[in-house]
C-alpha cells in the first residue's frame, strides 16, 4: 500500500521529451558530482512523501526513507537468491530465549538528532507497543509487549509462536521512535518531520522534487559507503528510465515494458535486479455503492474482464498472472480462480440482476501500465453492456480515497485497479481486508468472522501445510464476495550502474544504508 503535483509531473514529462541531460536534476550529472570529492548516489522514488510515521504511513517511499534515518531491531538479509533476516547494526544481539520471547540488546552510545539522548530499550517498548494501536496494528496482534530488562536490553512476549514476525513486522514496520520526542508532540504523531531520527544519515525533504540524505554526523555504528543520496520524486517511470540512460541517475525502478526490451538489450554499464514478485494488482469493487451492491453485478465483472489480455497488451506478459493476495513462491498461492473469462455468463448475470445500462468510474493511478490495463477493462466491460469512465489519479488522491479519514471520496468510489506490496510471509497480506481495516485499506468494505478468524488461526499455524490450505480459504472467501477481479504480480525490476550495488527490501524498497559503491 504508497507527490508530484500536475505542473510539476507536467514539467517533468516534457522535460524529458525535450532533453533529460541538465534539466531534470540542477545537482548535476553523478561523474561531475564524484569528481567535487564525494560519492553520492542518484536514485528515484515513484512517489513523494506523504506521512513518515509508521503507524500511518502509505508505504514505500516512506519506508525507504525510514530504513535511512531511523533504528530498527532486524534488517533483511539476501543469499543466494533467498531473503532471511538478520540483525541490524543497531543491536548487539537479538533471537528467541522461548518460542514465545524475543531478547534483544541495543549497542550502546546510539544517539538521537534534537539533543533527545541515547537509543534504550524504553524506546524500543514504547514504538512496538505503540503500533499496535495504530492503523498497521496487523504485524503486532500476537505481540503481547516488551519488557525492559536495563537501559540497553529487553524482551518482547509474544501471545503465541509466530516464526514470520522475523520476517515481516520486525524488519519491515517496527521503526524504533524517540519515546520523549512523540510524548512532547500534541497529537502524539507527525506526518513528514520525525522529530528525533537515529540513523547512518539525516534527511531533508524538498517537497515535490526530492529527499537528501547526508550523514549523520553524530552517527557512531558502521559508515555507510556514499556520502550523500539524492531521491529524485519522479512519478513517470518512462522519465526516470529516460534519466537513466542519460546517465543522471544511478539506479531506478523500469517498467515491465521497459524490462522486456532490457531482457534483450541492457544500457551501457547496467545491471538489473529484481527483488521479487511480492505485490498482488486486482481490480477491486465497492461492495456497499449502489450500483454494486448486487453480487451479481460483481460477479458479471468479474467474468467480463479478460486478465489474460492484460497482461500481454499492459505488461508484455512480464507480470506473473494473479489468482489471489498470495504471491508466487509463498505458501498458499493459488493456481486458479472459480471464475473465468465468460462474456456470456457476465451478460446472463447482467439480466438475471435486472441491469442495463450501467456506468461506473474506474480509477487508477496516472502511471502507464495501469491507464492501458484500465483502458483495456473499459473495452471488455463495454462488450458486456458496462460503459465506464477511466480516471487516473496522481498518487496522492488516489491513495487517499478509499479512506474516511481523508474526507468523502470513499462514498462515491466504485472500481478501481489496486496494487499492494508484501514481505516474505503470505500471511501479512490478508491483515488489510480484516473488518477493522475497512475504511482504511479494506476499500471493497466487506467483512466475514470466518475470514477474520481465520488470520489469527494462519498467524498460529505451525504446520506449513495446515497454514496454506487456511490461505488457499481465505483467498476463496475474498473471490466469494465477487469483490475482486485478481491481475497479476508484477516484478520489481531495477536498472542500476555496474559499478554500484543497491540493496533492497522483498518488497522493492530501498537500504540504502546497506548499499555499496566501488568507486
Not at 262 to 286: D, Q, R, S
Not at 309 to 322: D, H, L, V
Request: proline share 6%; hydrophobic share 35%.
Amino acid at each position: 500500500m504508497s507527490l508530484l503535483r500536475p505542473d510539476r509531473r507536467q514539467f517533468l514529462v516534457k522535460t524529458a521529451v525535450v532533453s533529460v541531460s541538465g534539466l531534470i536534476f540542477p545537482l548535476g550529472s553523478t561523474s561531475i558530482l564524484r569528481a567535487e570529492g564525494k560519492t553520492i548516489l542518484n536514485a528515484s522514488v515513484p512517489r513523494d512523501l506523504s506521512i513518515l510515521d509508521p503507524g500511518y504511513m502509505v508505504g514505500g517511499t516512506e519506508i525507504s526513507i525510514q530504513r535511512a534515518v531511523m533504528p530498527t531491531l532486524v534488517g533483511y538479509d539476501y543469499n543466494n537468491g533467498q531473503w532471511d533476516w538478520k540483525p541490524s547494526s543497531y543491536v548487539k544481539e537479538i533471537g528467541h530465549s522461548d518460542p514465545t520471547h524475543i531478547d534483544f540488546t541495543l549497542n550502546s552510545g546510539l544517539q538521537w538528532t534534537n539533543g533527545f539522548g541515547e537509543l534504550t530499550a524504553e524506546d524500543v517498548k514504547f514504538s512496538l507497543e505503540r503500533m499496535k494501536s495504530t492503523e498497521w496494528s496487523g504485524y503486532f496482534d500476537l505481540m503481547e509487549g516488551v519488557e525492559v530488562k536495563d537501559r540497553y536490553s529487553g524482551t518482547i512476549v509474544m501471545a503465541s509462536a509466530y516464526p514470520p514476525f522475523w520476517v515481516t513486522g520486525l524488519p519491515n514496520v517496527a521503526f524504533i521512535q524517540c519515546k520523549k520526542a512523540i510524548e512532547g508532540l500534541e497529537s502524539g504523531k507527525y506526518t513528514t518531520e520525525i522529530p528525533a531520527t537515529c540513523g547512518p544519515y539525516v534527511y531533508e525533504w524538498r517537497p515535490t522534487d526530492r529527499v537528501v540524505l547526508t550523514r549523520n554526523p553524530e552517527w557512531t555504528g558502521r559508515k555507510p559507503d556514499f556520502d550523500q543520496i539524492n531521491v529524485f520524486l519522479i512519478e513517470e517511470d518512462k522519465t526516470s528510465e529516460l534519466a537513466y540512460e542519460a546517465g543522471q541517475l544511478d539506479v531506478t525502478r523500469v517498467s515491465t515494458t521497459t524490462y522486456a526490451r532490457y531482457l534483450k538489450e541492457l544500457p551501457p554499464n547496467t545491471k538489473t535486479f529484481v527483488p521479487g514478485a511480492l505485490n498482488w494488482k486486482w481490480l477491486g469493487m465497492n461492495t456497499e455503492h449502489p450500483k454494486l451492491q448486487d453480487i451479481r453485478v460483481r460477479k458479471a465483472i468479474q467474468h467480463a474482464v479478460d486478465v489474460d489480455s492484460i497482461n500481454e497488451g499492459a505488461y508484455s506478459n512480464t507480470a506473473i498472472k494473479s489468482y489471489g493476495t498470495v504471491c508466487p513462491g509463498l505458501a498458499g498461492q493459488r493456481s486458479e480462480s472459480k471464475y473465468s473469462y465468460d462474456p456470456e455468463k457476465a451478460r446472463a448475470l447482467l439480466a438475471e440482476a435486472g441491469v442495463s445500462g450501467l456506468q461506473l468510474d474506474l480509477k487508477v493511478q496516472n502511471i502507464p501500465e495501469w491507464v492501458l490495463a484500465a483502458q483495456i477493462i473499459q473495452a471488455n466491460l463495454q462488450t458486456v453492456g458496462i460503459e465506464t469512465k477511466v480516471i487516473p489519479l496522481d498518487p496522492g488522491p488516489f491513495w487517499d480515497m478509499g479512506q474516511e479519514s481523508k474526507g468523502d471520496t470513499w462514498k462515491d468510489l466504485q472500481i478501481w485497479i489496486m496494487r499492494y506490496g508484501t514481505s516474505p510471509d503470505a500471511g501479512e497480506n490478508f491483515q488489510w481486508y480484516l473488518k477493522d481495516q475497512v475504511g482504511v485499506w479494506n476499500w471493497e468494505r466487506w467483512t466475514d468472522s470466518e475470514f477474520d478468524d481465520l488470520y489469527i488461526k494462519g498467524a498460529t499455524e505451525t504446520n506449513p501445510d495446515k497454514r496454506a490450505q487456511i490461505y488457499l480459504r481465505m483467498q476463496e472467501i475474498m473471490e466469494d464476495t465477487g469483490a475482486y477481479v485478481w491481475i497479476n504480480h508484477e516484478p520489481e525490476v531495477y536498472a542500476h550502474r555496474s559499478d554500484i550495488e543497491p540493496h533492497f527490501s522483498p518488497a522493492g524498497e530501498y537500504d540504502f544504508p546497506q548499499s555499496k559503491s566501488s568507486v
